[in-house]
């Protein structure tokens, strides 16, 4: 009896172990990110013909990732370190803006859903929006490599 309550718990802690990956999850998360923002890309750069439904697939999948950024779930203390991450230590150092920028990221894509583009010049200005959030939270919260 012990042994199996034993056998049941060192199962349990391998499986949360193998969920409680922050690093993991969170460059999952932006792999994501970049899917999204690279399935429009081609329509913003007029290589490809605007289409509502992929756009809106894209915009609605960055807006749920945004909500997904929840820096105490996936940037918990002492994630800083223990993997092949590039989070910068700005992130640990200036939480309030770290949040700041991810609550910009979440009100840019939420406002890019709400605005559905119809048209090429509309999702330019939403495209354009939402990347600078990529780019300014990169620049501050992220160590460039090599
Ligand atoms: C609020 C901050 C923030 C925003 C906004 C943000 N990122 Fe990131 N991104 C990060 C951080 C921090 C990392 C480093 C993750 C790590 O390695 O721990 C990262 C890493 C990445 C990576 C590399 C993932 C990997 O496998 O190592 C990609 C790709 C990426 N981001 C794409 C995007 C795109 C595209 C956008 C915009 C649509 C975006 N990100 C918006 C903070 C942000």
Known sequence: MKNILLAACSLAIATSAAFADPIADRQALMKANGKALGSIAPIVKGEKDFDAALVMDALTKLAEDAQKMDPAVLWPAGSDTGGDTTSAPAIWDDPAAFQAAIDKFQADTAAAVAAAPADVEALKVQFGA????????????????G
């Open 130 to 145: 939402i990347a600078s959030n990529c780019g300014s939270c990169h620049e501050k919260f992220r160590i460039k490599k």
